[in-house]
């Protein structure tokens, strides 16, 4: 979630805009255009979500 963060950071300070957005065409169909620094806060939220899910339980200790 940090490199994400930092990186979205880094590029508003730099340019005044996030610029690593990636667009898609392919045989003739367009894919939505995605961030990757926003890609990587949602996957470290999603795997803090899912670790607060799988820990160990208080009574297994």
Sequence with gaps: MLS????????????????DFLDFHWSGKHFPAFNIADS???????????????GESKDAK
């Design 4 to 19: 994400g963060a930092m990186g979205n950071l880094i590029d508003r300070i730099l340019f005044g805009y996030v610029i």
């Design 40 to 54: 990587m806060i949602f996957i470290g939220a999603a795997f803090m979500v899912l670790d607060s899910f799988m």
